[in-house]
Antibody
Framework: EVQLQESGPGLVKPSQSLSLTCSVT????????WGWIRKFPGNKMEWMGY???????SYNPSLKSRISITRDTSKNQFFLQLNSVTTEDTATYYC???????????WGQGTLVTVSS | DIVLTQSPALAVSLGQRATISCRAS??????????MHWYQQKPGQQPKLLIY???NLASGIPARFSGSGSGTDFTLTINPVQADDIATYYC????????FGAGTKLELK
């Protein structure tokens, strides 16, 4: 059974970069597609992007200038970096798995990231 | 962006049918594929996939959940509603860059 677990700082200062890791067990990230989704206070959900089995990426156009998703296949981990964060980036961040059609059948438990000085 | 519109809340009685709707600002169907999906989320938990491509039941999901629709109008039905179904339900489209609806909170009447 695939399991995903997010990790990273829970507090980030404005203008800095947010960096999260998703550790995957039970399934190789060299198969399928691996995404990041966030849920804001107030419950709005936003798809951020994914990295594919081959390492190609796709990003939400609204984030394209600030976001990077990378991976380490030797550790079976993938990563989110979001630059120049503001308080509006405060959210619970989820990593998740999909097929080529990006609907998500497996999710991590989520990690709350607060952007505050 | 394709905007998905859901009613904020729906009150139902246990044992009754709940019908949750999602309307897209443009068609999310391609050929025979209806690229709308449904999730359930309870407080403090991650979302759970219920229905994919409008009408396909995800693995391990009880048969009291069903989905229908095409084009711009989609429906998630729970029949009969059980206490464990009290949660927020989100639709999500994958026709273009994925977007989510704002969620419908299912409440007990």
């Amino acid at each position: 059974e695939v399991q995903l677990q997010e990790s990273g700082p829970g507090l980030v200062k404005p203008s800095q970069s947010l960096s999260l890791t998703c550790s995957v067990t039970g399934y190789s990230i060299t198969s399928n597609y691996w995404g990041w989704i966030r849920k804001f206070p107030g419950n709005k959900m936003e798809w951020m992007g994914y990295i594919s089995y081959s390492g190609s990426t796709s990003y939400n156009p609204s984030l394209k200038s600030r976001i990077s998703i990378t991976r380490d296949t030797s550790k079976n981990q993938f990563f989110l970096q979001l630059n120049s964060v503001t308080t509006e980036d405060t959210a619970t961040y989820y990593c998740a798995r999909s097929g080529p059609d990006p609907y998500y059948s497996s999710w991590g438990q989520g990690t709350l990231v607060t952007v505050s000085s | 962006d394709i905007v998905l519109t859901q009613s904020p809340a729906l009150a139902v009685s246990l044992g009754q049918r709940a019908t949750i709707s999602c309307r897209a600002s443009q068609s999310v169907s391609i050929s025979r594929y209806n690229l709308m999906h449904w999730y359930q989320q309870k407080p403090g938990q991650q979302p759970k996939l219920l229905i994919y491509r409008a009408s396909n039941l995800a693995s391990g999901i009880p048969a009291r959940f069903s989905g229908s629709g095409s084009g711009t109008d989609f429906t998630l039905t729970i029949n009969p509603v059980q206490a464990d179904d009290i949660a927020t339900y989100y639709c999500q489209q994958s026709r273009e860059s994925p977007t989510f609806g704002a969620g419908t909170k299912l409440e007990l009447k």
